[in-house]
Nanobody
Framework: QTQLVESGGGSVQAGGSVRLSCVAS????????MAWFRQTPGKEREEVAS???????TVADSVKERFTVFKDDDKSTLYLQMDRLKTEDTAMYYC????????????????WGQGTQVTVSS
C-alpha cells in the first residue's frame, strides 16, 4: 500500500551536512507517523528521530544537537537534516512510517524504505 523511498545519502567529511529525504507514495493513513532509523552492521538499530501527523518531533539524545527532522506534507516527503556530522554517524539510514494509532499501540512501524547509506570520513 505505502512505499517509502529514501535519498540524499552519500559520502561527506566530518563536520559537513547532509539532508536525507523520504518520499511516501501510495495509500497513507490520515494520521501518519514517521521516523528515521539508522543501522551499522553488527550494531543495534537506532531510532534517530520521529515526527507525528501534527509535526511533533522527537530526536535521539545522541544526535539531538545536530539533527533535525521535519516534513513537507504537500510533497509527502520526510526529511532529516544532519549537521556537524561525525564519523560515528556513518550508517544505513532508513525511513519508516505507519498509522499513528498502530505506532502507538505496537511500538513499531509497518512501512520501511530500502535505506540510504551515509558515510562520514575524517
Amino acid at each position: 500500500q505505502t512505499q517509502l523511498v529514501e535519498s540524499g545519502g552519500g559520502s561527506v567529511q566530518a563536520g559537513g551536512s547532509v539532508r536525507l529525504s523520504c518520499v511516501a507514495s501510495g495509500y497513507v493513513y490520515r494520521t501518519y507517523c514517521m521516523a528515521w532509523f539508522r543501522q551499522t552492521p553488527g550494531k543495534e538499530r537506532e531510532e534517530v528521530a520521529s515526527i507525528d501527523a501534527d509535526g511533533n518531533t522527537t530526536v535521539a539524545d545522541s544526535v539531538k544537537e545536530r539533527f533535525t527532522v521535519f516534513k513537507d506534507d504537500d510533497k509527502s516527503t520526510l526529511y532529516l537534516q544532519m549537521d556537524r556530522l561525525k564519523t560515528e554517524d556513518t550508517a544505513m539510514y532508513y525511513c519508516a512510517g505507519d498509522g499513528c494509532g498502530f505506532v502507538a499501540l505496537a511500538g513499531s512501524y509497518g512501512d520501511w524504505g530500502q535505506g540510504t547509506q551515509v558515510t562520514v570520513s575524517s
